[in-house]
């Protein structure tokens, strides 16, 4: 396994830059995307390729990737940033900052150059490509591959799959036909235009719009042998191994940063809105409701840095700290967009108010890298074993 998490430390006065640079970004052009997003419901290409020329595409992988290796810790400030925009351009600038790490860990040389690199580089897309439609996520995986000579033949079905339609590849997580539970899984980098593979836009999300997801049917579709990261029984390894404590950390960050956005713009509303005489933020009423919010937002920022420190001191309890920083951010975002949609009374609820679309976007991330649900049983098996 490599060891290239720990990039060198950027300086403070560039960081800040940096910082103030992304800023400008969400509050400028970012705003401007937001709107052609959802007024087009599609993320446009040219969008990808905006965030690819200022560089936020490779914020956090290392330096000898072709990243700027922002440390992990600051990497999330940007990413609180980031969070306060659209949830679809979030969305790219987190997976793309985050796959190479899942692969990273078990590519070759090899693999790196064709991969990695490339992806990092913005010049080919990956989807991470795990979810089923019949099966539970992780060792249920029914998606199986038959193996001759040097290549793989894979058959089943994926949903639910975010860039699936307009990746380059599919990493796709199967098993060995007739194998059980972790063993025989395999993680397999599938080309997108491998034949036998049938790809279909899933139907209009709630929220994230404009994001393309599919749904993925695979009928005996020839994959290399060389593409497959790790060895046979570390498919699971790959998709769910060391990878996800920091990307359910940065999904935790997320949470922080829209709901940051949702606050912001309940303060600004309730500035600017009078009823019997006296604006909003007049009233105790709405003055609770915004300290409540403040105070939410700044613990769940702490408990989501203090994951992150541990992580990167890998520390024996990242693992935990990682699904209590999720869990407990996106309740956090739960409760806090809610009360500024209420704050903004009725007219919240129409577009094109901003805190419409925040509100819409806040539901999806209690799908992303687990629910609820999944966080507790890894929680509650840290604490108490496999009971
Ligand atoms: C916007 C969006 C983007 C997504 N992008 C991707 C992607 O790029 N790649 C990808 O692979 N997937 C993606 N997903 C899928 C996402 O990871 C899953 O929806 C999520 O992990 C839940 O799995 P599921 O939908 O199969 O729900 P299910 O597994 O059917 O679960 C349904 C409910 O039962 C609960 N549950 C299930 N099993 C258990 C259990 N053992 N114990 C207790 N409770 C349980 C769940 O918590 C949930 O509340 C995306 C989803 C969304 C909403």
Not at 219 to 233: I, S
């Amino acid at each position: 396994m490599k060891q290239l998490d720990r990039a060198p430390a950027q300086d403070d006065a560039s960081f800040a830059e940096l910082k103030d640079e992304i800023a400008a970004f969400v509050a400028g052009p970012a705003e401007e995307w937001a709107q052609r997003i959802e007024r087009d419901r599609s993320v446009p290409a040219e969008l990808w390729d905006d965030l690819r020329a200022r560089g936020y595409l490779s914020l956090a992988a290392p330096p000898a990737y072709g990243g700027r290796g922002i440390p992990f810790t600051r990497y999330l400030e940007l990413m609180e940033l980031f969070s306060m925009s659209h949830a679809s351009i979030r969305m790219i600038v987190h997976v793309v900052n985050g796959t190479w790490r899942a692969m990273d860990r078990y590519a070759s040389d090899d693999q790196l150059r064709r991969f990695i690199i490339p992806s990092i580089k913005g010049e080919v897309k990956i989807a991470f490509t795990l979810t089923e439609p019949t099966a539970g996520t992780g060792a249920d995986l029914r998606c199986s591959v038959e193996r001759e000579g040097d290549t793989y033949f894979l058959s089943g079905d994926k949903h639910l799959i975010t860039f699936g339609t307009i990746c380059d590849y599919w990493l796709l997580f199967a098993r060995r036909a007739g194998t059980r539970g972790a063993d025989g899984t395999v993680a397999l980098l599938v080309a997108r235009d491998a034949p036998g593979a049938t790809v279909q836009p899933m139907e209009e999300s709630m929220g994230v719009r404009g994001t393309d997801h599919a749904r993925l049917h695979f009928e005996r579709t020839p994959v290399p042998v060389a593409n497959r990261l790790g060895g046979e029984g570390q498919g699971l390894d790959v998709a769910l191994g060391g990878f996800l404590t920091p990307s359910r950390i940065s999904v935790a960050m997320s949470c922080v940063g829209l709901a940051r956005r949702a606050h912001e713009l309940a303060i600004a509303y309730a500035k600017r809105r009078e009823t019997f005489g006296k604006t909003l933020t007049q009233r105790q009423a709405i003055r609770f409701m915004i300290a409540e919010n403040a105070t939410d937002i700044e613990a769940a920022r702490q408990l989501v840095l203090h994951a992150a420190r541990e992580w990167e001191a890998a520390g024996s309890s990242a693992a935990a700290l990682s699904s209590m920083a999720k869990l407990h951010a996106v309740e956090m975002l739960t409760r806090v967009t809610d009360k500024a949609l209420q704050i903004h009374g009725g007219t919240g609820f129409w577009q094109p108010n901003a805190i419409e679309r925040v509100y819409r976007d806040a539901r999806a991330q209690r799908f992303e890298e687990g629910t609820n649900e999944i966080q507790k049983t890894v929680i509650a098996r840290e604490l108490l074993g496999g009971g």
